[in-house]
């Protein structure tokens, strides 16, 4: 943190004055903050009204020392799980005064949650709250890996869709592992996938439960359980048409889950380019499988992942340049990491089940790998995607970099320089290779990459003769970057052999 010109306090950032000792309130924020999506918090910093605006300066704490003594002292036993570690906790020299950084990092979700002195909070802009209510169940909610298990009572068979049931059969069978399937009653095959279970915390009788009732249910029967069940998928990918070329609603079109991912596949592929590259050998190289694949991982993500149980719609829209897809329902792996792990959580065992065993998703972690992987076979910009306890938003993009502004933030010469720096090898180049690929003097090439470098969209690397200019890039692109890395050199290598 600059500590020059300190920001403001927000979603990530909290001070307190604390001179000489800890204030209760510390513990607050590490809990609100731990449950939410991490922060830090400053000791040593004072509010100040100065012409009735807020200002922070640094005062100091006296005796840091004693003051972690203190934290680490009380650390486990005011709060139920400590997230905190040695290497978050910094003293740090401002001019004459000391201050101390605490990196509060989010709480894993078997560990929310996380609470002080008995108390759960989250972080709700610059205000630590008490998680009550509504905002408690959302916490807990959001931290559950069993939303879709529990037995419902009253439903039964003549509650789901056969004609869903049957189609379904029919796929799963035709695969060599579950062709004994065939020759089950309807009530005999449900048991076996899942749908139909006994209730374990209750009387013991068997009955639907709620995955089973979102995946095949009557669309009405659904609605009576969960009000708020809507799935949509609109086409927006003409610019010039008003409202959407197509829609895939189960509003309109009374769909459970699985009608509605059959339906909205189907009708995605055909927004899919035709694309293909050749390879070393000058065969055609189908791209445009790619992008369908991880056009199927990303709807997949939403069904298997979202919370039924909010107010917000799942909605996957195809966009002029991009594909988004949105669900309530923060995600149960660290966003950073969404690209490149193989590991996978799911807040709906049941639904994530009916669809693997069908060999409809990746193999178990995947998905996320194989979504970033098609960007770099179609050379597309990076995948997008953040989370929080509102939803989460992926952003699959069918252009690349340059392209993907449609002229409406940079002129045209700004673009050709982008087009130079992604198709380039390293995504890096200097000045002069910049100069050399796009054809224009050394002062346009300046004054666009200065323009560029303000917008946030090209970083400089590097200083002297050795400066370098490439793409900015979150961390997850970058990480999922270098996991593809060895893909990549594979096929550089292939194509200079």
């Known amino acids: 943190m600059n500590y020059s010109t300190l920001p403001d306090e927000n979603q990530y950032i909290e001070y307190k004055k604390n001179r000489t000792r800890l204030s209760r309130d510390v513990w607050e924020s590490i809990a609100a903050f731990a449950n939410t999506e991490g922060g830090i918090i400053v000791l040593g910093i004072e509010e100040k009204k100065l012409d009735d605006k807020s200002q922070f300066i640094v005062s100091g704490v006296i005796n840091p020392h004693k003051i972690l003594d203190e934290f680490w002292s009380n650390a486990d036993e005011i709060l139920n799980v400590n997230t905190i570690q040695n290497k978050d906790v910094r003293i740090i020299n401002v001019k004459s005064n000391t201050v101390i950084e605490i990196t509060v990092p989010e709480a894993k979700v078997n560990q929310k949650p996380i609470r002080a002195n008995g108390t759960p909070y989250i972080r709700k802009g610059a205000v630590d709250l008490k998680a009550k209510g509504e905002d408690l169940r959302l916490l807990l909610v959001n931290t559950a890996t069993d939303l879709d298990t529990n037995v419902l009572h009253n439903y039964w068979i003549e509650d789901l869709d056969m004609d869903c049931i049957n189609n379904y059969k029919q796929a799963l069978t035709s695969r060599e592992q579950y062709s004994n399937y065939k020759n089950l009653s309807t009530e005999e095959f449900l048991r076996k996938i899942g749908v139909i279970a006994k209730d374990y915390n209750g009387n013991g009788d068997y009955g639907i439960t709620v995955g089973g009732l979102l995946f095949f249910g009557d669309n009405n029967a659904i609605i009576h359980k969960f009000p708020y069940f809507q799935l949509d998928y609109l086409d927006q990918s003409k610019p010039n048409v008003d409202r959407w070329l197509n829609r895939v609603s189960s509003v309109t079109d009374n769909l459970n889950i699985y009608s509605f991912y059959r339906e909205t596949m189907m009708t995605i592929r055909s927004t899919v380019n035709n694309h293909f590259d050749l390879d070393s050998n000058m065969n055609r190289k189908d791209t445009s499988g790619a992008m369908i694949i991880a056009l ?161 969209t090209v970083i400089k690397i590097g200083n002297g003769r050795a400066t370098k200019y490439g793409i900015q890039q979150t961390e997850e692109q970058l990480l999922a970057l270098a996991q593809a890395m060895p893909n990549i050199i594979r096929r550089k290598l292939g194509r200079e052999g």
């Open 296 to 456: 199927r991982e990303a709807l997949l993500n939403m069904l298997m992942h979202a919370n039924y149980y909010e107010k917000e719609p799942l909605r996957a829209v195809a966009n002029v340049n991009y594909y988004e897809f949105s669900n309530p329902g923060k995600m149960l792996v660290p966003v950073e990491t969404f690209f490149t792990t193989n590991r996978t959580s799911s807040r709906n065992p049941i639904i994530s089940k009916l669809f693997v065993q069908l060999g409809e998703s990746e193999r178990a972690g995947h998905g996320g790998e194989k979504i970033y992987e098609s960007a770099l076979v179609n050379n597309y910009r990076k995948p997008e995607i953040a989370s929080n306890y509102e939803g989460t938003k992926l952003k699959i993009w069918k252009v690349d970099y340059a392209d993907s502004f449609s002229g409406q933030v940079i002129s045209e010469r700004e673009r050709s320089i982008l087009k130079a720096i992604v198709s380039s090898d390293n995504q890096e180049m200097s000045h002069k290779e910049i100069e050399e690929r796009v054809k224009l003097s050394r002062t346009k090439v300046d004054s666009s990459l200065k323009e560029l470098m303000a917008k946030g």
